[in-house]
């Protein structure tokens, strides 16, 4: 019962074009949505997020949309570079059973070849 | 000048024995959590401190147990050791309990029982 998935365990783009990760969630009562990104051998690193009021946030080349409706969000690089290469995960903020928590996807493998 | 610190790196041991990874934070903040990512690469919280009070224990055995001395420490005791805790082990911290506060990671433990 997965409450967040990352459906595309991987993703190869060229140098400069757009990178469009995706993540679909099933609990309509998450109110925050974040983007993390990690290295090998490192823990993840805070990217970008988006509150459930709003559709859209930018930041610099990141930009995360969110559509309550169909419970989806998406990240988008653009220009992707190579150092943009590194496992994506998406995840979603709720208050359950007394705590808030975080719930994250299973990550997407970003490959950006030169 | 690590924001937040994890030792040991890696472990490796044998079933049936106990272990502990430490976990510190410098950044002042006021809560802490421990993560497991496992062979699926879910990242799924298994505690939260807040000030050094338990505030998530997300179904966990009764064979980990959570060690709070202070707020900038959260430890993590494992006894009577199971394959299937082979995993990676993350900490992290945040300001508050806030689901739009950010949450820092460490490097993350790689946990493999023989």
């Known amino acids: 019962d997965q409450q967040v998935k990352q459906n595309s365990p991987s993703l190869s783009v060229q140098e400069g074009r757009i990178s469009i990760l995706n993540c679909d969630y099933t609990?309509?009562?998450?109110?925050?949505f974040l983007w993390y990104k990690k290295y090998p051998a490192e823990g993840p690193t805070f990217l970008i997020s988006?509150?459930?009021?709003?559709d859209k946030n930018e930041d610099g080349r990141f930009t995360v949309f969110l559509n309550k409706s169909a419970k989806h969000l998406s990240l988008h690089i653009v220009p992707s570079q190579p150092g943009d290469s590194a496992v994506y995960f998406c995840?979603?903020?709720?208050?359950?059973?007394?705590?808030?928590?975080?719930?994250f996807g299973q990550g997407t493998r970003l490959t950006i070849n030169p | 000048d690590t924001a937040v610190s994890q030792t040991p790196k890696y472990l490796v041991t044998q079933m049936g024995n106990d272990k502990s990874i430490k976990c510190e934070q410098n950044?002042?903040?006021?809560?802490m959590y421990w993560y497991k990512q496992d062979s699926k690469k879910f990242l799924k919280i298994m505690f939260s401190?807040?000030?050094?009070?338990?505030?998530i224990n997300e179904t966990v055995p009764n064979r980990f147990s959570p060690k709070s001395p202070d707020k900038a420490h959260l430890n993590l005791h494992i006894n009577s050791l199971e394959l299937g805790d082979s995993a990676v082990y993350f900490c992290?911290?945040?300001?508050?309990?806030?689901?739009?506060?950010?949450?820092?990671f460490g490097p993350g433990t790689r946990l493999t029982v023989l």
């Open positions: 950044l002042g903040h006021d809560t």
């Open positions: 988006i509150s459930s009021i709003k």
């Open positions: 995840a979603a903020s709720g208050f359950f059973q007394g705590a808030q928590k975080l719930v």
């Open positions: 992290a911290s945040s300001q508050d309990l806030d689901g739009a506060d950010t949450q820092y």
């Open positions: 401190y807040n000030n050094k009070e338990l505030i």
């Open positions: 609990n309509s009562m998450f109110d925050y």
